[in-house]
């Protein structure tokens, strides 16, 4: 579903440029490539308006403008690529990852965020899979409804993974909205077969860009929402210990940015980093193999 709609847009925005580009040739005089030219601008520029103005809008008081104009950047060519050039285009549905590396680790579920799918994760899977890890990356759909519905998308993947690899527990890692839909499986259906979980740029708190959202699942990572605090209250001490949490201070999605962390979970922060650009960078990657590393396949109830 994703797909289709990403490619439409391309498709529209590169017909617009390219419209442009024709009246320019025609009425101004310029290359004959203008459409052509249109065609492959319009798209890129609209991604870096985009890209901008949310850096703009959810620029925190007192942080490094370095830092800023490096995510903002960084998070342009992450759009380009996760929006443009990998999510439209895939046709396959999310199938089993095997380990390539020698030694067997505890397999991972990975479960991207709101309007992605599962081809964001394609950096972070050929990562884990180097280091040993099994990897099923799932697609949340439809895209537009109550986060408690992703809880039966993440328990086939997680009953999928534990039969295929005969391992009694697996580690989820989630990606912005993922990681409140891991939160919820674990609410509905215990943390037993839960190694540990991983959450990347997920606004725990909630964020403040869209507070005039209707779709289900935006109202319900509005800023400090109902269903957020009801999430929290709903999980003990045990269940926050399977947690980590990675940030960055530079989100232009989820902001208030260092608000986005659970009573009693580790946290760390990744300067000079954008939402995207989060299941691109190298380091956050390192930082997801290093938290997994040492949990293997048969490990039963591990949270150090």
Known sequence: MLASLLRR?????????????FLLH???????????????????????????VTGLK?????????????????????????????????VDTPHILPATGATPQIPVVLVHGYVCNHRIWD??????????????????????TSIDKY?????VAVMELCQQTGASQVALVGHSMGGLAIRTWMRTCGVDR???VLTLG??????QLAPNTRTPNGKQMGWQSTWLAELAASESDAVRARMRIAITPQDGIVYPQRAQVLHGVEATVFDGLGHLQMCLDRSVREWVIAQLRGLLPDTQGATT
């Open 9 to 21: 847009l391309i498709f529209i925005q590169a017909a617009a440029g390219a419209i442009v580009g």
């Open 26 to 52: 025609r009425l101004a005089g310029t290359t004959p490539w203008s459409s052509l030219v249109g065609a492959l601008l319009v798209p890129l520029l609209s991604t870096l308006l985009v890209c901008l």
């Open 58 to 90: 959810s620029k925190a008081h007192g942080e490094p403008l370095g830092a800023w104009l490096r995510a903002v950047w960084g998070e342009f060519r992450a759009s380009v690529l996760i929006f443009m050039l990998r999510q439209p285009w895939t």
């Open 123 to 144: 950096t972070v899977a050929q990562g884990l899979r180097a280091q040993g890890h099994t990897v099923l990356a799932v697609n949340l759909e439809p895209l537009f």
């Open 151 to 155: 809880v039966m998308p993440i328990e």
């Open 194 to 196: 839960v190694a540990r």
């Open 202 to 207: 997920t606004p725990h708190a909630g964020t």
